[in-house]
């Protein structure tokens, strides 16, 4: 019977104080509390509405030992990157702000992809049919953003990323103001979008080599669509009753030529000169290499990858 007490005792204090503290929450609860995030506005969702996790992933430049000398390149800035093993293969200028032309349709690519019209409806106008290279599009029809994609990415259209950005909520403006959100989210300080193309014109578009492995590697990495569709070399968009037929071809000429080359896009203007990403599966080995304002990108993107497997002790495959 005593114990039986005790134990009653001890029960009744433990729900006394269970009460107690439960009380304490509910006071506390109605006061106005201030939280003070310790992260910058750009990182929040507050100020940033294209944050959706902290994600920001920052390569580190440490060399791939190796007693193989790099390749001439006339690239302004090039890197090469093992993905499997998280260290450079070689890094030229990295950090060196340039034009980045059509390879800005990567951060369009990202921006689409996370951001989908519920009725997966685009709308093109006139207005949207800018210059240079184009998916043949005309004003009055209505694609799904996949179709865009791939006149995005495998002919590099133009007018493919304006009706993408026009069709967002807010406009082009609030298109352009994302991608820039996006880049502060994923950490590219040395990056700034003023249009969804990379055509020049209407203000300074630039990156580096090391931005734009982050920023590949976060499209391969988190969009399947994105994977496919610069790992594809045709593909045709049959007639619908919104839109004519199309037929696309990538101009990424080493996913043909370069055996494991799986994309990812070629950029060129007068200004940034010609620019190339490319992805590369083999052996085992994931590798990305960047090249800006290089005067023979495709030649150059195939010695920096040969190089990069000799690093890696892989004899590269045979290629044209």
Known sequence: MQKFSRLGLILYLLTGLVAI??????????KKVTLFSPLPSYLTNFENRQVSTIDIWTPILEYFEGEI?????TAKSALLYDL???????????????????????????????????DDKYIVKKEHLVGENSMGIEAGEVLSLEELL???????????????????????????????????????????????????????????????LIMTN?????????????ATVEYNIPKTTTHKAYYLYNETSLLTTYPGVKGVKLGFTPEAGYSMITYLEYKGFRILGILLNSQNRREEMKSLLDHGL??????PPPHS
């Open 21 to 30: 503290l439960l009380l304490l929450t509910l006071v506390q609860s109605s």
């Open 310 to 315: 000799k690093l890696l002790g892989v004899e």
């Open 218 to 230: 976060f499209a391969l990495t988190n969009f399947p669509e994105f994977r496919k569709t610069v």
């Open 150 to 212: 791939y006149g995005l990415i495998l002919n590099s259209g133009n007018d493919a990323g304006e009706v993408i950005a026009n069709n967002f909520e807010g406009g082009r403006t609030e298109f352009i103001k994302a991608m820039n959100q996006k880049a502060k989210s994923l950490g590219l300080s040395n990056t700034n979008f003023t249009n969804p193309s990379g055509l020049e014109g209407d203000g300074e578009q630039y990156s580096t080599t090391f931005d734009l």
């Open 84 to 118: 499997t093993n998280k260290k450079a293969l070689y890094n030229k200028n990295s950090k060196e702000k340039l034009p980045m032309a059509s390879l800005t349709k990567i951060m369009t690519a990202i921006i689409a992809l996370e951001n989908r019209k519920e």
């Open 69 to 73: 000398l790099p390749p001439p390149l």
